[in-house]
């Protein structure tokens, strides 16, 4: 079992700046492929960004350039780096985790991941 607790998140200007965090519990954090995902109000859920057990990462289209992903194996912890926000980028983000070494047409999916965190709420303001 692995426990994710996100964190990070708050309200901000458009054009500026939010670090989402992602903790994990267990040893094996190494082991896990992360991916961050948002459901904005009255959206569904959407895929944002995934990092690789190698550290690989792959974005949405809507995100590239803005938001970077990052992990720290030895702080068992992944991070969402999200600049130039929009007001597009208003959603609860969410981290999830899975052992799956798939490609990124998986990683991208919802179903690839087994654990996921409660969510953060990301407000972007004009």
């Known amino acids: 079992q692995v426990q994710l607790v996100e964190s990070g998140g708050g309200l901000v200007q458009a054009g500026g700046s939010l670090r989402l965090s992602c903790a994990a519990s267990?040893?094996?954090?190494?082991?896990?492929?992360m991916g961050w995902f948002r459901q904005a109000p009255g959206k569904e859920r959407e895929f944002v960004a995934t990092i690789s057990q190698t550290g690989s990462t792959y974005y949405t289209d809507s995100v590239k350039g803005r938001f970077t992903s990052s992990r720290d194996n030895a702080k068992n912890t992944v991070y969402l780096q999200m600049n130039s926000l929009k007001l597009e980028d208003t959603a609860v983000y969410y981290c999830?985790?899975?052992?799956?070494?798939?490609?990124?047409?998986?990683?991208?999916?919802?179903?690839?991941?087994?654990?996921w965190g409660q969510g953060t709420q990301v407000t972007v303001s004009s």
């Open positions: 267990g040893r094996t954090f190494s082991s896990y492929a």
């Open positions: 999830a985790a899975t052992t799956s070494w798939g490609n990124w047409g998986n990683l991208i999916r919802e179903r690839e991941y087994d654990y």
